[in-house]
């Protein structure tokens, strides 16, 4: 617990919000104070730009290699610090500590995959028209980059941007997640993030943190020296993002919803199956992105499946993630316990059957509710399409296959499915046929790494990808190069014919 103020991170200096206003980070298992945060406004991001703008004028000349070293060093203390960074990533979101552990593990394999890119970042050149003539495509900076990002990967899903922003040749201001009021998320756990690149040696102003709420990301939108924008959100925020970036000509990349499916026909391996669900629906109290929320299951396999996800449920330790022997921790704060408790009247309503949970769980403090079945859910039906964002499997009977794949993806959202089987034609075909970004056969909905494109269709998205060499598109420009050595005017399409022969 830190208790002493966040403050934002602004050209390699630590200070507080210029207005002096704050805001609460509490912990949601505890409800306790984290510790008090600055809460930045427009001029606070302005200022971070500037830092940045200024700053870029050398990073972007710092050879990538060296700016590789850097991130190895991010790499290399990151892992030093590992224990201490997730113990407070537990206390602020409340994730259990090996889950917590497993996102700065994120972080320290992206940093090192990102500082290999500094020896790569790989252009290509083509053969050209003309004789005595050179052509190469290559990667460039873009300048100062907007990172908004929320509160249930605090670590991760700032490292999948930072890092290859940073190796391109960017400088960056970072809003990270909260919300206001009551603000119980990660801005404190996203200061020690930010506090490792600056002790690896980046220089000031490269990376630059400004702490606050919507307004804040908002300006930082606006401020049309930012030129990219990447945004890990609510579908309803990042589409609001996306209209007022277009309107100032940015590149947007954005990781919204998702509505996750698992596939079980009758011929899967059903302990494997049910081990899987029960880590993707309930993992992170359904708080990831990848979440399962729907289990899509053939007709036969339903009852036994049923009856050992109820029976693990059960055995589902609920409280403080920092207690080893817990497996499942709270939601993040009140307003997410809140929409988890509305759903269960939208199930209701329904008609749906509640197998198990469907309550809050009363641990005296903290906002737990628990692991929750649907059972009798039918395609179309609110808690079938919606993102709720808790610890509720809906599931949902199928005849057969062709049937299995129509209601994977028959929702809005197309961020990843998974398909267990052991029928390898089935898999294949499935492979072919699921319309996520992400596609797992006999493992659950998450497990993604980092060397391949992470992200998804439909409403998830806008066809950008975070990971893998697909994150490099997002903050790096093409630049084409030509260079002419024939000592005359060669003109390309025009010239062509005449030269024939020529040279
Ligand atoms: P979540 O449900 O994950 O909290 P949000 O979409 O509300 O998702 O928040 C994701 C990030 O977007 C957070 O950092 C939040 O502060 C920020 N944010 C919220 N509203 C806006 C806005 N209007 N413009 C820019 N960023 C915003």
């Not at 997640?177 to 980046?202: I, K, Q, S």
Request: some cysteine.
């Amino acid at each position: 617990m830190t208790n002493t103020l966040v403050k934002n991170f602004i050209g390699g200096e630590w200070v507080a919000a210029r207005s002096g206003e704050t805001f609460e980070s509490t912990n949601p298992a505890t409800e306790e104070l984290v510790a008090p945060i600055s809460k930045s406004g427009a001029e606070d991001v302005n200022a971070a730009v500037q830092a940045a703008k200024d700053a870029y004028k050398n990073w972007r000349l710092t050879p990538a290699p060296r700016r590789g070293e850097i991130l190895y060093r991010v790499a290399h203390l990151l892992t030093e610090r590992k224990e201490e960074i997730a113990r407070l990533m537990t206390q602020e979101m409340g994730k259990v500590i090996s889950e917590a552990r497993g996102d700065v593990q994120e972080a320290i394999d992206m940093a090192y995959y990102m500082g290999g890119e500094g020896r790569r970042l790989m252009g290509y050149t083509a053969p050209v028209e003309m004789p005595n003539k050179f052509g190469m495509a290559i990667r460039d900076s873009v300048g100062v980059i907007g990172l908004i990002t929320p509160w249930n990967f605090p670590v991760a899903v700032p490292s999948w941007k930072m890092l290859p922003a940073l190796i391109s040749g960017n400088t960056i201001v970072f809003k990270p997640g909260e919300d206001t009021p009551p603000g119980e998320d990660t801005p404190a756990v996203a200061a020690e993030f930010v506090r490792v690149f600056a002790d690896a040696g980046l220089p000031a102003g490269v990376l630059n943190l400004v702490t606050g709420a919507g307004e804040t990301g908002s300006a930082l939108v606006e401020n049309r020296d930012v030129r990219v924008i990447s945004f890990t959100g609510s579908t309803q925020t990042g589409l609001s993002v996306y209209s007022k970036a277009a309107a100032l000509g940015k590149k947007v990349t954005l990781e919204m919803g998702g509505k996750n499916a698992i596939i079980v026909l009758d011929d899967a391996n059903l302990d494997l199956a049910a081990e899987a669900i029960t880590w993707s629906a309930f993992g992170t109290t359904g708080q990831r992105c990848t979440a399962t929320s729907r289990l899509i299951v053939q007709k036969g396999i339903k009852p036994k499946l049923i009856e050992a996800l109820v029976e693990k449920a059960k055995l589902l330790k609920l409280g403080n993630g920092l207690d080893e022997s817990v497996t499942m921790g709270p939601l993040v704060n009140q307003k997410a316990l809140d929409k988890v408790v509305r759903y269960m009247d939208v199930a209701k309503s329904e008609g749906v059957k509640i197998l198990v949970g469907g309550e809050r769980a009363d641990l005296g403090k903290g906002y737990f509710f628990q692991p929750t079945l649907f059972d009798g859910v039918k395609q179309g039906m609110r808690v079938e399409q919606e993102e709720i964002f808790g610890p509720v499997l809906s599931v949902i009977e199928v005849e057969s296959f062709e049937e299995a794949i129509h209601v994977n993806n028959s929702t809005a959202y197309g961020l990843s499915s998974s398909i267990f089987t052991e029928n390898v034609n089935a898999a294949f075909r499935a492979i072919r046929d699921l319309t996520t970004g992400i596609v797992y056969i006999n493992h659950g909905t998450t497990g993604a790494e980092i060397q391949f494109p992470f992200g998804g269709t439909r409403g998830t998205g806008n066809g950008m990808r975070e990971a893998g060499q697909t994150a490099l598109d997002s903050f790096t420009e093409w630049k084409s190069v030509y260079v002419d050595f024939s000592g005359r005017l060669q003109r390309a399409q025009i010239d062509t014919d005449k030269i024939l022969g020529e040279n």
